[in-house]
C-alpha cells in the first residue's frame, strides 16, 4: 500500500466532490482509477460518498439472501453457526458490547464496564428503559441466565472456549451484573460482542418466537425458507431504518448473483470471486471485498502420520503457490497466508516481523524426501471458498516434484463429525475472531477442545494466558508475535491465504459498518443500513 | 383377474412372439443413423485414446506464462475461461485447465462410468424382473414392494445417502447408478416376463414337458432382450445426467478427475462472460445422447416399430 | 372387479410405505453424524453433543426413535421437526414445515403438466403422423438434443437471456406465498418453463414411439385401405391403442416433477418438497425425512395406479379380460 496517505487525502476530496454533486458518478469512478484504486475499491469509496451525502433515510424493505439455510435455522443465540442465523440473531437480540467498523468496541446493552486491577473481576452496567418486544423490562436477571447459558461442560454453547475463565456471572443489582473470573481475561469485553452472546430473556424455553431487545421483531420465521422482521418501534436508540426486513438464502451461487443483478434481493452474502467482474460491470449493483482474518486450511495432524514429522509439514507448507491462489483462485479478493491465523486484517495484533513463506518446490521437495513420504491422502470439502481448488493447485504442484497427493472429496454435511480432528490430513474453515488472543486459543491451546492438528506447545499455552494477563500493549504485542511465530514454525497447519469477504449489494443500500468479522459488517447492518430512493 | 393391475406399463398380449414373427431383413442404416455410428466409434476411440492424444493432463493448471501477450507487460495474465487459443485448442475452465484435455480424459470416466452402470442395471433389472414373473407370488410381491420402493424416491436422494455413507469412488457411483437404474428396468422386464409366462407358446412348452430354465432360456429372454435394448438410449443419458445432478449437490466424480456433466456444472459461473467451457461437455453429451438415439431409432425401425413400446 | 383392484393397490401400496420407512430408516442410519452434531457443526465437542442430544431426546437408540415416529403416523401426528429448536425445548411441528411447500410443490408441478402434457402430446403425435418427414425428424433431433442438457443449465442459462438480460421475469421464484393472479404467474414462469424443456422430451419421444407402433398394426392397415385420413387414423384409431405406455410415462415424469426436482428448486430458491427433503437428509432430521418420503411414495402409487386404471379404460381388451 503505498502512497496511501495522499490516495486517502485525494479520495476524501473526491467523496466531498461528488457528495456535493460537483462531479458525476462516471466522473468519480475514472478519477479514482487514475489514483491507482480498483474498480471494486471504487465502488466501495462511491458508496460510502453517497453515503455521507445523504442522511439515513428510514423506510422500505430490504431483502437479504445468505448462502445456506434449511430445517436447523436457529433463533437460540449460543448455538447460532451459519450466517443466516447471525443475522437473524442481529435483527432480534442485542449483545452487551458491539465490535463496529475496524473492530473498535462500542457499548449495546452493557452501558459501561470496569474490571478489578487484576482483570479477574468485571462490571457491567446495563442500560435502564430497555424493553424486550413483548413488552417486558430488560434486568440483570435476563443477562445473568442469558450469560451462566455459556458455562459449564454440558452448556452446548458454541463459544464456551471463550468463557472458560469465567466461574459465574452474578447479579449486583437490578441493573448492574459482575462476571468472577478465575484468571485473568483482558478480552473479555471485546468476546462478549460475538454473535452468539446475545441477551435472551429469562427462562425462554421455546427460542423460535425470537423475543429479544433487537432492532427488529420477528413476524414470522419459516426455517429453510425466509423469516419477515419489522422495525422495533421501542426500540432503545435511534436506529433500524428499514421498515422491514426479508432474510431468506439462495444456495446456488450463481442464482444468488443473478437475483442480485435482476433486482429481486439487495443483499447477497458470499459472492463468488469469479463472480465480481460480473456484478462490478452491471449499474445499481456493486460488490464490497473486505479483507479479513478467515481462511481455508489444511491440517497436517501432529499426532499421526504423515503430520507428526515436521519435514513432510514443511513441504506442504513451501508447495503453496500463495501468490497464484490469490491471483487467480480468489481473483484478487484475498490475502497470501503465512501459515498462522492472525493475518494483516487483525490490525496491530498482526506480527510484521514475521518473513513470508514463499513457493519453492525445491525446498518442498527436500524436506519431503528427508520426512521419507512420497505419497498422502487428503479429505476436502467445499467448507471454504477455494478451498477445493488450492488443494487441486497443490495435488497439480506435488505431482511435478514426484509426490502424489491422493484427494478424496466428502459432503460438508457430516464433515466436521466425522473427517475434521480424524483423518490425518483434512481441510478446515476459520471465521475471524475478535481478538487475536481468542483466534490463537481456540485453535492452537494446548489440549483445547478444537485444537485440530493437535499441536501441543507448552511455551504457546503459557503465552496465551500471560497476553491476556498483560496490559502493556508493547508486551502485548511481544508475546502474541511469539505466538504467531511458534504457530508458523512448528504447527501442522497450512494457510495458503486468507478470504476477503465478498458481499454483493444493491448502489440502494448505503450505510454498512466495515467489520471483518463476518458478511455485511459482521451482520451489523441490520442496525445500521439504510436504502435511498 | 390381478394381471393387468400388477402390470405396471397396462399393456398386455403376445409382444413376447413379435420378434420371432419378423422376417429377418439386414440391417439397413438412414443417414442419420449412419453419423450417430460414426459419432459413437469416434467417442468410443477417445475413451481408449484419450488421454495419450490429449495435450496436457486433465488436472494440470496451465501455467500463465503460455498466456502472456507479447507487447503486454501483464506477467500474469488471468488463465481462466479463456475462448479457444494456440495454447488451449477449447480454451480454458474456470481454473484455467484445458478444456481439450478434460474433455478427452472426461470421456473415459462419463462413458465408461454410464455404460458400465447401464450394463449392470439391465442385467439386474432383467434377472430380478424374470425371477420375479417365474417364481412365484411371494417373490414377485416382495420383490416388487422394493422395487416400487426404490422408484418412488428421489434418484438423487438416493445418490446422497449412499455417497454420504460410502464416498464418491467410482465403484460406488457405479454400484449406485445401476442399482437405482435396475429399478425401472425392473419394472419393464417382469412386464415382460409376465406377458410372456401366460402366453400360448410357453404354454405349449410345459405341456412338452420343458423345465423353467428352458423357458427362460429359450423363451422368456429372446423374446423380451431386443424390445429392452431400444430403451437402452435414453436410459444411458439419463445415467450421465444423473452423475452432473450429483456434481451439483458436490457428489460428484472424486477432483480432479473429470467427467462431462461435472464439467458443465463446475464451470457454469462462465455462462454470463460468454465462455464456452460450459458449453463444450454439454455439446459432448448432446452429440453421444443423439447419436445413440438415432442408432436406436433405425435399429428399431428394422424390428417393425413394435420395440419402443415398452419404453419407460 | 375394479373395487378388487383398488382394494389390492391401497394394500400393496401400504406395504410399500412400510418398506420405503424402513430402507429411509436403515439408509440414513448408515449416514455420519446426527442433528445435534449437524447443528453444532465445526463447534461441537462430546459434552456439548451430549447435552444437546438429551435435551432433544435424541439419546434413545434409533429403532426405538423409528418405533415411536411409527406410532405417532399411525395416530396421524408427523413429528416434531428438532433441528431448528436449539438448546430450547420448542421444535416445529412438521405438517406445519411441509403445508406450504407441498401447496408451492403441487402448484408448480401442475403448471408444468398443464403446459407440458398436450405440448408433448401434440408434437408426438405430429411427429408419428408424418413418420421421417422434416417435420418429425427436427422434432426428434430437438427432443434428443434438449433431452441431453443438464437441468441446471437449461435454468441457468434461461434466467441470464429472460431475468438478467431481458429483465422480463424475476431471476428466482420469491414465493413469500401470498402472490396471487399476474405475481404468481410471473415467479412460477421460469421454473416452470425449464421443467416443461425437461419433462416433455421424453412425453415426446414415447408418445411417438407408441402411436408408430399401433400403426403398423393390421387394423391399421385396413383403415388405411378403406381410405381414411392419417389424422384421423392416428387420432382415432391408433392413439386410443397407444395410451397405456404414454400414461404410464406421463405419470413417472409427474411423479419426478413432485420429487425429483432438486435443482430446479435449489437455482430458483423455490421453496419446494424435494428441497425440504435434501435439506432434511443433510440435516439428519429424521422424522422429516420420512415425512417426505411418505408423500413422494403415496404420490407417486397414486400416479401409477392412475395411470393404470386410465390404460385399462382406454383399451377394451383390458376392460374385458377373459
Given at each position: 500500500?503505498?502512497?496511501?496517505?495522499?490516495?486517502?487525502?485525494?479520495?476524501?476530496?473526491?467523496?466531498?466532490?461528488?457528495?456535493?454533486?460537483?462531479?458525476?458518478?462516471?466522473?468519480?469512478?475514472?478519477?479514482?482509477?487514475?489514483?491507482?484504486?480498483?474498480?471494486?475499491?471504487?465502488?466501495?469509496?462511491?458508496?460510502?460518498?453517497?453515503?455521507?451525502?445523504?442522511s439515513?433515510?428510514?423506510?422500505?424493505?430490504?431483502?437479504?439472501?445468505?448462502?445456506?439455510?434449511?430445517?436447523?435455522?436457529?433463533?437460540?443465540?449460543?448455538?447460532?453457526?451459519s450466517?443466516?442465523d447471525y443475522?437473524?440473531?442481529?435483527a432480534?437480540?442485542?449483545?452487551?458490547?458491539?465490535?463496529?467498523?475496524?473492530?473498535?468496541?462500542?457499548?449495546?446493552?452493557?452501558?459501561?464496564?470496569?474490571?478489578?486491577?487484576?482483570g479477574?473481576?468485571?462490571?457491567?452496567?446495563?442500560?435502564?428503559?430497555?424493553?424486550f418486544?413483548?413488552?417486558?423490562?430488560?434486568?440483570?436477571?435476563?443477562?445473568?441466565?442469558?450469560?451462566?447459558?455459556?458455562?459449564?461442560?454440558?452448556?452446548?454453547s458454541?463459544?464456551?472456549?471463550?468463557?472458560?475463565?469465567?466461574?459465574?456471572?452474578?447479579?449486583?443489582?437490578?441493573?448492574?451484573?459482575?462476571?468472577?473470573?478465575?484468571?485473568?481475561?483482558?478480552?473479555?469485553?471485546?468476546?462478549?460482542?460475538?454473535?452468539?452472546?446475545?441477551?435472551?430473556?429469562?427462562?425462554?424455553?421455546?427460542?423460535?418466537?425470537?423475543?429479544?431487545?433487537?432492532?427488529?421483531i420477528?413476524?414470522?420465521?419459516?426455517?429453510?425458507?425466509?423469516?419477515?422482521?419489522?422495525?422495533?418501534?421501542?426500540?432503545?436508540?435511534?436506529?433500524?431504518?428499514?421498515d422491514?426486513?426479508?432474510?431468506?438464502?439462495?444456495?446456488?451461487?450463481?442464482?444468488?448473483?443473478?437475483?442480485l443483478?435482476?433486482?429481486?434481493?439487495?443483499?447477497?452474502a458470499?459472492v463468488?470471486?469469479?463472480?465480481?467482474?460480473?456484478?462490478?460491470?452491471?449499474?445499481?449493483?456493486?460488490?464490497?471485498?473486505?479483507p479479513?482474518?478467515?481462511?481455508?486450511?489444511?491440517?497436517?495432524?501432529?499426532?499421526?502420520?504423515?503430520?507428526?514429522?515436521?519435514?513432510?509439514?514443511?513441504?506442504?507448507?513451501?508447495?503453496?503457490?500463495?501468490?497464484?491462489?490469490?491471483?487467480?483462485?480468489?481473483?484478487?479478493?484475498?490475502?497470501?497466508?503465512?501459515?498462522?491465523?492472525?493475518?494483516?486484517?487483525?490490525?496491530?495484533?498482526?506480527?510484521?516481523?514475521l518473513?513470508?513463506?514463499?513457493?519453492?518446490?525445491?525446498?518442498?521437495?527436500?524436506?519431503?524426501?528427508?520426512?521419507g513420504?512420497?505419497?498422502?491422502?487428503?479429505?476436502?470439502?467445499?467448507?471454504?471458498?477455494?478451498?477445493?481448488?488450492?488443494?487441486l493447485?497443490?495435488?497439480a504442484?506435488?505431482?511435478?516434484?514426484?509426490?502424489?497427493?491422493?484427494?478424496?472429496?466428502?459432503?460438508?454435511?457430516?464433515?466436521?463429525?466425522?473427517?475434521?480432528?480424524?483423518?490425518?490430513?483434512?481441510?478446515?474453515?476459520?471465521?475471524?475472531?475478535?481478538?487475536?488472543?481468542?483466534?490463537?486459543?481456540?485453535?492452537?491451546?494446548?489440549?483445547?477442545?478444537?485444537?485440530?492438528?493437535?499441536?501441543?506447545?507448552p511455551?504457546?499455552g503459557?503465552?496465551?494466558?500471560?497476553?491476556?494477563?498483560?496490559?502493556?500493549?508493547?508486551?502485548?504485542?511481544?508475546?502474541?508475535?511469539?505466538?504467531?511465530?511458534?504457530?508458523?514454525?512448528?504447527?501442522?497447519?497450512v494457510?495458503?491465504?486468507?478470504?476477503?469477504?465478498?458481499?454483493?449489494?444493491?448502489?440502494?443500500?448505503?450505510g454498512i459498518?466495515?467489520?471483518?468479522?463476518?458478511?455485511?459488517?459482521?451482520?451489523?447492518?441490520?442496525?445500521f443500513?439504510?436504502?435511498s430512493? | 383377474?390381478?394381471?393387468?393391475?400388477n402390470?405396471?406399463?397396462?399393456?398386455?398380449?403376445?409382444?413376447g412372439?413379435?420378434?420371432?414373427?419378423?422376417?429377418?431383413?439386414?440391417?439397413?442404416?438412414s443417414?442419420?443413423?449412419?453419423?450417430?455410428?460414426?459419432?459413437?466409434?469416434?467417442?468410443?476411440?477417445?475413451?481408449?485414446?484419450?488421454?495419450?492424444?490429449?495435450?496436457?493432463?486433465?488436472?494440470?493448471?496451465?501455467d500463465?506464462?503460455?498466456?502472456?501477450?507479447?507487447?503486454?507487460?501483464?506477467?500474469?495474465?488471468?488463465?481462466?475461461?479463456?475462448?479457444?487459443?494456440?495454447?488451449?485448442?477449447?480454451?480454458?475452465?474456470?481454473?484455467?485447465?484445458?478444456?481439450?484435455?478434460?474433455?478427452?480424459?472426461?470421456?473415459?470416466?462419463?462413458?465408461?462410468?454410464?455404460?458400465?452402470?447401464?450394463?449392470?442395471?439391465?442385467?439386474?433389472?432383467?434377472?430380478?424382473?424374470?425371477?420375479?414373473?417365474?417364481?412365484?407370488?411371494?417373490?414377485d410381491s416382495?420383490?416388487?414392494?422394493?422395487?416400487?420402493?426404490?422408484?418412488?424416491?428421489?434418484?438423487?436422494?438416493?445418490?446422497?445417502?449412499?455417497?454420504?455413507?460410502?464416498?464418491s469412488?467410482l465403484?460406488?457411483?457405479?454400484?449406485?447408478?445401476?442399482?437405482?437404474?435396475?429399478s425401472?428396468?425392473?419394472?419393464?422386464?417382469?412386464?415382460?416376463?409376465?406377458?410372456?409366462?401366460?402366453?400360448?407358446?410357453?404354454?405349449?412348452?410345459?405341456?412338452?414337458?420343458?423345465?423353467?430354465?428352458?423357458?427362460?432360456?429359450?423363451?422368456?429372454l429372446?423374446?423380451?432382450?431386443?424390445?429392452?435394448?431400444?430403451?437402452?438410449?435414453?436410459?444411458?443419458?439419463?445415467?450421465?445426467?444423473?452423475?452432473?445432478?450429483?456434481?451439483f449437490l458436490?457428489?460428484?466424480?472424486?477432483?480432479p478427475?473429470?467427467?462431462?456433466?461435472?464439467?458443465?456444472?463446475?464451470?457454469?459461473?462462465?455462462?454470463?462472460?460468454?465462455?464456452?467451457?460450459p458449453?463444450?461437455?454439454?455439446?459432448?453429451?448432446?452429440s453421444?445422447?443423439?447419436a445413440?438415439?438415432?442408432v436406436?431409432?433405425?435399429?428399431?425401425?428394422?424390428?417393425?416399430?413394435?420395440?419402443?413400446?415398452?419404453?419407460? | 372387479?375394479?373395487?378388487?383392484?383398488?382394494?389390492?393397490?391401497?394394500?400393496?401400496?401400504?406395504?410399500t410405505?412400510?418398506?420405503?420407512?424402513?430402507?429411509?430408516?436403515?439408509?440414513?442410519?448408515?449416514?455420519?453424524?446426527?442433528v445435534?452434531?449437524?447443528?453444532?457443526?465445526?463447534?461441537?465437542?462430546?459434552?456439548?453433543?451430549?447435552?444437546?442430544?438429551?435435551?432433544?431426546?435424541?439419546?434413545?437408540?434409533?429403532?426405538?426413535?423409528?418405533?415411536?415416529?411409527?406410532?405417532?403416523?399411525?395416530s396421524?401426528?408427523?413429528?416434531?421437526?428438532?433441528?431448528?429448536?436449539?438448546?430450547?425445548?420448542?421444535?416445529?411441528?412438521?405438517?406445519?414445515m411441509?403445508?406450504?411447500?407441498?401447496?408451492?410443490?403441487?402448484?408448480?408441478?401442475?403448471?408444468?403438466?398443464?403446459?407440458?402434457?398436450?405440448?408433448?402430446?401434440?408434437l408426438?403425435?405430429?411427429?408419428?403422423t408424418?413418420?421421417?418427414?422434416?417435420?418429425d425428424?427436427?422434432?426428434t433431433?430437438?427432443?434428443l438434443?434438449?433431452?441431453?442438457?443438464p437441468?441446471?443449465?437449461?435454468?441457468?442459462?434461461?434466467?441470464?437471456?429472460?431475468?438478467?438480460?431481458?429483465?422480463?421475469?424475476?431471476?428466482?421464484?420469491?414465493?413469500?406465498?401470498?402472490?396471487?393472479?399476474?405475481?404468481?404467474?410471473?415467479?412460477?414462469?421460469?421454473?416452470?418453463?425449464?421443467?416443461?424443456?425437461?419433462?416433455?422430451s421424453?412425453?415426446?419421444?414415447?408418445?411417438?414411439?407408441?402411436?408408430l407402433?399401433?400403426?403398423?398394426?393390421?387394423?391399421?392397415?385396413?383403415?388405411?385401405?378403406?381410405?381414411?385420413?392419417?389424422?384421423?387414423?392416428?387420432?382415432?384409431?391408433?392413439?386410443?391403442?397407444?395410451?397405456?405406455?404414454?400414461?404410464?410415462?406421463i405419470?413417472?415424469?409427474?411423479?419426478?416433477?413432485?420429487?425429483?426436482?432438486?435443482?430446479?428448486?435449489?437455482?430458483?430458491?423455490?421453496?419446494?418438497?424435494?428441497?425440504?427433503?435434501?435439506?432434511?437428509v443433510q440435516?439428519?432430521?429424521?422424522?422429516?425425512?420420512?415425512?417426505?418420503?411418505?408423500?413422494f411414495?403415496?404420490?407417486?402409487?397414486?400416479?401409477?395406479?392412475?395411470?393404470?386404471?386410465?390404460?385399462?379404460?382406454?383399451?377394451?381388451?383390458?376392460?374385458?379380460?377373459?
Amino acid at each position: 500500500m503505498h502512497g496511501d496517505e495522499t490516495t486517502g487525502k485525494d479520495i476524501r476530496a473526491l467523496q466531498q466532490k461528488f457528495r456535493d454533486s460537483g462531479i458525476s458518478r462516471r466522473d468519480f469512478l475514472a478519477a479514482l482509477s487514475a489514483l491507482g484504486i480498483s474498480a471494486v475499491g471504487a465502488r466501495s469509496h462511491l458508496a460510502s460518498a453517497s453515503a455521507l451525502a445523504l442522511s439515513p433515510r428510514k423506510g422500505g424493505t430490504a431483502i437479504y439472501a445468505n448462502n445456506l439455510h434449511g430445517p436447523d435455522d436457529q433463533l437460540d443465540p449460543i448455538v447460532f453457526t451459519s450466517g443466516i442465523d447471525y443475522t437473524r440473531g442481529r435483527a432480534c437480540y442485542n449483545n452487551l458490547t458491539q465490535i463496529l467498523d475496524h473492530l473498535t468496541l462500542h457499548p449495546e446493552l452493557a452501558e459501561e464496564w470496569s474490571a478489578n486491577r487484576d482483570g479477574t473481576e468485571y462490571t457491567f452496567k446495563i442500560r435502564k428503559g430497555v424493553e424486550f418486544h413483548d413488552g417486558s423490562p430488560l434486568t440483570a436477571d435476563d443477562v445473568v441466565w442469558s450469560m451462566n447459558r455459556h458455562l459449564g461442560a454440558d452448556s452446548p454453547s458454541v463459544i464456551k472456549a471463550y468463557f472458560t475463565s469465567v466461574t459465574e456471572w452474578r447479579k449486583v443489582d437490578k441493573h448492574t451484573v459482575r462476571a468472577k473470573l478465575s484468571t485473568p481475561d483482558r478480552d473479555l469485553p471485546v468476546k462478549l460482542g460475538e454473535k452468539q452472546a446475545k441477551i435472551v430473556k429469562k427462562d425462554t424455553t421455546d427460542f423460535r418466537k425470537g423475543i429479544g431487545t433487537g432492532p427488529y421483531i420477528l413476524e414470522s420465521f419459516e426455517p429453510g425458507v425466509r423469516s419477515l422482521h419489522t422495525r422495533n418501534p421501542n426500540y432503545w436508540r435511534d436506529g433500524p431504518n428499514f421498515d422491514s426486513l426479508v432474510l431468506t438464502a439462495i444456495t446456488d451461487p450463481i442464482a444468488r448473483v443473478n437475483a442480485l443483478i435482476a433486482g429481486d434481493v439487495h443483499l447477497i452474502a458470499s459472492v463468488n470471486s469469479r463472480s465480481v467482474r460480473l456484478i462490478e460491470s452491471t449499474e445499481g449493483v456493486h460488490v464490497n471485498s473486505t479483507p479479513s482474518g478467515r481462511y481455508g486450511g489444511i491440517c497436517c495432524l501432529k499426532n499421526t502420520p504423515p503430520g507428526e514429522s515436521d519435514h513432510f509439514v514443511k513441504g506442504m507448507q513451501y508447495i503453496q503457490d500463495r501468490e497464484r491462489i490469490v491471483r487467480s483462485i480468489l481473483k484478487g479478493h484475498g490475502q497470501v497466508g503465512n501459515d498462522h491465523p492472525i493475518s494483516p486484517a487483525y490490525g496491530a495484533d498482526h506480527c510484521t516481523e514475521l518473513s513470508q513463506r514463499q513457493y519453492d518446490p525445491d525446498k518442498a521437495k527436500w524436506h519431503l524426501k528427508q520426512a521419507g513420504i512420497s505419497s498422502a491422502e487428503l479429505f476436502v470439502a467445499p467448507v471454504a471458498a477455494g478451498i477445493v481448488e488450492t488443494c487441486l493447485l497443490m495435488q497439480a504442484n506435488l505431482k511435478k516434484i514426484g509426490f502424489d497427493l491422493s484427494i478424496r472429496q466428502v459432503p460438508t454435511d457430516g464433515y466436521w463429525g466425522a473427517v475434521w480432528m480424524k483423518e490425518p490430513m483434512n481441510v478446515v474453515s476459520w471465521n475471524m475472531r475478535p481478538t487475536a488472543n481468542s483466534m490463537l486459543a481456540i485453535q492452537f491451546a494446548p489440549g483445547a477442545a478444537w485444537n485440530d492438528t493437535y499441536w501441543n506447545n507448552p511455551r504457546f499455552g503459557e503465552l496465551l494466558q500471560m497476553q491476556l494477563a498483560e496490559t502493556d500493549p508493547a508486551r502485548r504485542y511481544e508475546m502474541l508475535c511469539e505466538m504467531q511465530r511458534l504457530v508458523h514454525e512448528g504447527s501442522g497447519m497450512v494457510i495458503p491465504c486468507h478470504i476477503n469477504i465478498l458481499d454483493g449489494v444493491s448502489d440502494r443500500i448505503h450505510g454498512i459498518p466495515v467489520v471483518p468479522l463476518g458478511a455485511m459488517g459482521a451482520y451489523e447492518w441490520v442496525e445500521f443500513a439504510w436504502m435511498s430512493e | 383377474m390381478s394381471t393387468p393391475v400388477n402390470n405396471p406399463t397396462g399393456e398386455s398380449g403376445q409382444t413376447g412372439a413379435i420378434s420371432e414373427e419378423q422376417p429377418r431383413r439386414s440391417l439397413k442404416f438412414s443417414g442419420a443413423g449412419k453419423t450417430g455410428i460414426v459419432v459413437i466409434l469416434f467417442w468410443i476411440t477417445m475413451v481408449f485414446i484419450g488421454p495419450w492424444v490429449a495435450p496436457f493432463h486433465e488436472a494440470e493448471f496451465l501455467d500463465e506464462a503460455l498466456f502472456i501477450e507479447p507487447g503486454l507487460d501483464d506477467p500474469y495474465p488471468a488463465t481462466d475461461f479463456l475462448p479457444p487459443g494456440d495454447v488451449a485448442y477449447l480454451g480454458t475452465d474456470y481454473l484455467g485447465r484445458d478444456t481439450l484435455s478434460r474433455l478427452l480424459y472426461g470421456a473415459r470416466t462419463t462413458i465408461g462410468v454410464s455404460l458400465l452402470s447401464t450394463l449392470l442395471a439391465y442385467l439386474i433389472g432383467i434377472t430380478l424382473g424374470i425371477a420375479a414373473a417365474a417364481g412365484g407370488r411371494v417373490l414377485d410381491s416382495s420383490l416388487s414392494r422394493l422395487n416400487d420402493a426404490v422408484l418412488s424416491m428421489p434418484t438423487i436422494m438416493l445418490g446422497m445417502v449412499v455417497i454420504s455413507a460410502y464416498g464418491s469412488t467410482l465403484p460406488v457411483l457405479i454400484a449406485l447408478t445401476s442399482l437405482i437404474y435396475a429399478s425401472s428396468v425392473f419394472r419393464i422386464a417382469r412386464a415382460f416376463g409376465l406377458d410372456i409366462m401366460v402366453s400360448d407358446f410357453v404354454d405349449a412348452a410345459r405341456v412338452r414337458g420343458e423345465g423353467l430354465g428352458w423357458i427362460i432360456r429359450r423363451e422368456v429372454l429372446p423374446g423380451m432382450i431386443l424390445p429392452m435394448a431400444s430403451d437402452f438410449g435414453l436410459r444411458f443419458v439419463y445415467i450421465i445426467l444423473f452423475l452432473s445432478g450429483l456434481s451439483f449437490l458436490g457428489l460428484g466424480v472424486q477432483p480432479p478427475q473429470s467427467d462431462w456433466g461435472s464439467m458443465v456444472r463446475e464451470n457454469l459461473a462462465g455462462l454470463p462472460y460468454g465462455a464456452i467451457a460450459p458449453l463444450i461437455p454439454a455439446l459432448a453429451i448432446a452429440s453421444l445422447t443423439v447419436a445413440i438415439n438415432l442408432v436406436v431409432d433405425d435399429i428399431s425401425a428394422h424390428h417393425g416399430g413394435k420395440l419402443a413400446e415398452k419404453i419407460i | 372387479m375394479l373395487i378388487r383392484a383398488v382394494l389390492h393397490r391401497i394394500a400393496t401400496g401400504l406395504v410399500t410405505l412400510v418398506v420405503v420407512s424402513v430402507l429411509i430408516f436403515l439408509g440414513t442410519s448408515v449416514l455420519p453424524g446426527d442433528v445435534a452434531s449437524i447443528i453444532l457443526g465445526q463447534m461441537a465437542t462430546p459434552e456439548s453433543l451430549a447435552a444437546l442430544r438429551s435435551t432433544l431426546g435424541l439419546d434413545q437408540p434409533a429403532y426405538v426413535r423409528y418405533f415411536l415416529w411409527l406410532g405417532d403416523l399411525l395416530s396421524g401426528d408427523l413429528g416434531v421437526s428438532k433441528a431448528g429448536a436449539g438448546a430450547g425445548t420448542g421444535g416445529t411441528s412438521i405438517s406445519e414445515m411441509i403445508a406450504p411447500r407441498l401447496i408451492n410443490t403441487v402448484q408448480l408441478a401442475g403448471a408444468v403438466a398443464l403446459i407440458a402434457v398436450p405440448l408433448s402430446l401434440g408434437l408426438g403425435l405430429a411427429a408419428a403422423t408424418y413418420p421421417g418427414t422434416r417435420l418429425d425428424r427436427s422434432i426428434t433431433l430437438s427432443t434428443l438434443g434438449l433431452v441431453s442438457v443438464p437441468e441446471f443449465l437449461v435454468a441457468t442459462a434461461l434466467v441470464l437471456v429472460i431475468a438478467v438480460y431481458l429483465g422480463w421475469l424475476p431471476a428466482t421464484a420469491y414465493v413469500s406465498g401470498t402472490e396471487t393472479g399476474m405475481a404468481l404467474l410471473k415467479t412460477l414462469a421460469l421454473p416452470t418453463l425449464t421443467l416443461v424443456i425437461v419433462a416433455s422430451s421424453q412425453i415426446i419421444r414415447m408418445t411417438r414411439a407408441s402411436v408408430l407402433n399401433v400403426m403398423s398394426s393390421p387394423y391399421i392397415e385396413m383403415a388405411v385401405l378403406k381410405g381414411l385420413p392419417r389424422r384421423r387414423i392416428v387420432l382415432h384409431h391408433a392413439l386410443p391403442n397407444a395410451v397405456g405406455p404414454i400414461v404410464n410415462v406421463i405419470a413417472l415424469n409427474l411423479a419426478y416433477l413432485i420429487s425429483g426436482v432438486v435443482i430446479v428448486e435449489t437455482i430458483f430458491a423455490y421453496p419446494g418438497l424435494a428441497k425440504l427433503m435434501v435439506d432434511a437428509v443433510q440435516t439428519r432430521d429424521l422424522p422429516l425425512v420420512q415425512a417426505c418420503a411418505m408423500i413422494f411414495c403415496s404420490a407417486y402409487i397414486l400416479l401409477v395406479f392412475i395411470a393404470d386404471l386410465a390404460s385399462i379404460l382406454s383399451n377394451p381388451r383390458l376392460r374385458y379380460p377373459q
